[in-house]
């Protein structure tokens, strides 16, 4: 098993370009979530999604999308970037209220 | 509200000594409780959880936490740290009911320094 999957690992983006954050698991999780992580502040939670089909708004979901047509696949869309959203961001997955499993983080920086 | 706090930002500690990281958390019910370890430029990985039952749970690399309802804690332990333990540390709520079950709350985290 892979776990949890991330890509990209690094990018750099200019204000205002979209990017899609992929994330995908092969646990068969049905639970998929994405967190972001800033120097001093923990993980603050995006978006979640409890099953294909189904997401919905964790604490910071601004500035954010995201879709789930699959139960492997959890894609985080960014529209308009903006340096505010200059982060580190995980993705996570869990067998309902169970162990979340995090995967290895992508590094954003917007310009 | 909900909400995780863990008092130390930075702890430092000699190698062989014993570690204490505290985790205080505010939940409207029992709540599941986790400690995640993350080494710098890496994802987190779990080192214990208590769902329910004893409230003294065995982790990963000879890490302990203890509930305490009474004191709304949930705090990390080691007997003998070594080099390899610094990183950071975060523990988390588990939100256990409503439309946001399975959430984590985090902490913000502990920072452990590990000296010679």
């Known amino acids: 098993n892979a776990g949890v999957t991330q890509t990209p690992k690094f990018r750099i983006l200019k204000i205002g370009q979209s990017m899609t954050l992929q994330c995908a698991q092969d646990m068969n999780h049905n639970y998929m979530y994405w967190y972001r992580q800033d120097p001093g502040m923990g993980l603050k939670l995006i978006y979640y999604?409890?099953?294909?089909?189904?997401?919905d708004k964790g604490e910071v979901p601004n500035g954010y999308n995201v879709s789930r047509s699959t139960t492997e696949d959890f894609p985080l869309r960014l529209e308009l970037a903006a340096p505010s959203q200059t982060s580190v961001y995980f993705c996570a997955s869990s067998y309902g209220v169970e162990t979340q499993y995090f995967g290895p983080g992508t590094r954003l920086l917007v310009l | 509200a909900q909400s995780v706090t863990q008092p130390d930002i930075h702890i430092t500690v000699s190698e062989g000594a014993s570690l204490e990281l505290r985790c205080n958390y505010s939940?409207?019910?029992?709540?599941?409780l986790f400690w995640y370890v993350q080494s710098p430029g890496q994802g987190l990985q779990l080192l214990l959880k208590?769902?329910?039952?004893?409230?003294l749970v065995q982790g990963i690399k000879g890490f302990e936490a203890e509930f305490k309802r009474s004191q709304s804690s949930f705090n990390l332990r080691k007997p003998s740290v070594h080099w390899s333990d610094a990183a950071e540390y975060f523990c988390a709520v588990g939100e256990t009911y409503g439309g946001s079950q399975g959430n984590l709350i985090f902490g913000k985290g502990t920072k452990l320094s590990v000296k010679p």
């Open positions: 999604s409890v099953g294909a089909g189904i997401t």
């Open positions: 208590y769902f329910s039952g004893d409230t």
């Open positions: 939940y409207g019910a029992t709540p599941y």
